[in-house]
């Protein structure tokens, strides 16, 4: 079995629970609460700053240009379009988008963030892929399990949002999933099993965290003993 299958086989659990969390199913029926919009936007902002830091990382650690390409294609990706899913979430809510733009990381973000940070620092090309693969390869499966069951109808507000996402296999972001899932493949030929056991935990750690992150929107979980109000975003931790 090739590794990415194995790694897709253990996290099935993972992305079944992701399919089904409360968050999901109110994409799929088009009702969700403007507080878990805001709060996702404000957070997923955040995260995707981090996201980029660490596509711009995994470019240093490329030994040719075509990979460098993919992280290349993927940063531009994130500036210039998949801030409309964002405007999605925020017409819905009637919240500006640019108001959402400060949110101080809540918890599970900034674990999140640092997970995929640990990657760059101490890992080497396939960590960061490893930990970064569950975003896009969870966000595609919901897209299209959801289009498969027809949620992408006129009615669901949220139909752009389910497109955008089940549509990036025809794009120029063609398959993405399945670049990084080849990629990894052949990186892994490089590595025994005592390293390969620490790569898959790095995706499967990825994997849960996703499913953290829509359930901190959901219950808007923040920090319970320093609240965010108190906080101010320069004192985050900046990489």
Same mark, same amino acid.
């Given at each position: 079995m090739l590794f990415s299958e194995e790694l897709k086989q253990n996290a099935t659990p993972i992305l079944s629970a992701i399919e089904d969390h409360p968050f999901v199913q109110g994409i799929a029926t088009g009702t969700?609460?403007?507080? +878990?919009?805001?709060?996702?936007?404000?957070q997923d902002f955040n995260y995707l700053n981090a996201f980029i830091k660490v596509y711009a990382a995994a470019v240093e650690k490329?030994?040719?240009?075509?990979?460098?390409?993919?992280?290349?294609?993927?940063?531009? #990706?994130?500036?210039?379009?998949?801030?409309?899913?964002?405007?999605?979430?925020c017409n819905v809510a009637g919240v500006p988008y640019e108001s959402l733009q400060h949110a101080v990381q809540a918890p599970?973000?900034?674990?999140?963030?640092?997970?995929?940070?640990?990657?760059?620092?101490t890992g080497d090309l396939i960590d960061i892929v490893a +930990?970064?693969?569950?975003?896009p390869w969870t966000y595609?499966?919901?897209?299209?399990?959801?289009?498969? $069951?027809?949620?992408?109808?006129?009615?669901?507000?949220?139909k752009d949002w389910i497109d955008f996402y089940g549509s990036i296999a025809d794009d120029t972001d063609a398959n993405l999933s399945d670049r990084f899932f080849a990629l990894i493949d052949r990186e892994a030929a490089n590595y025994n099993a005592a390293r390969l056991?620490?790569?898959?935990?790095?995706?499967?750690?990825?994997?849960?965290? $996703?499913?953290?992150?829509?359930?901190? +929107?959901y219950r808007?979980?923040?920090?319970? #003993?320093?609240?965010?109000?108190n906080l101010?975003?320069?004192?985050?931790?900046?990489?």
């Open positions: 969700l609460p403007k507080e +878990a919009l805001t709060f996702y936007v404000g490329c030994r040719d240009r075509s990979d460098m390409a993919i992280f290349n294609e993927q940063i531009n #990706f994130i500036l210039n379009s998949e801030i409309h899913p964002h405007h999605v979430f599970m973000t900034y674990l999140y963030n640092e997970h995929m940070y640990n990657a760059a620092r +930990a970064m693969l569950p975003c595609f499966e919901i897209a299209n399990k959801l289009i498969a $069951e027809g949620k992408n109808n006129d009615a669901n507000v949220f056991a620490v790569i898959e935990r790095r995706f499967m750690r990825s994997c849960e965290l $996703e499913w953290d992150f829509w359930e901190q +929107a808007q979980q923040d920090w319970q #003993f320093t609240p965010a109000k101010r975003q320069d004192q985050v931790i900046q990489h």
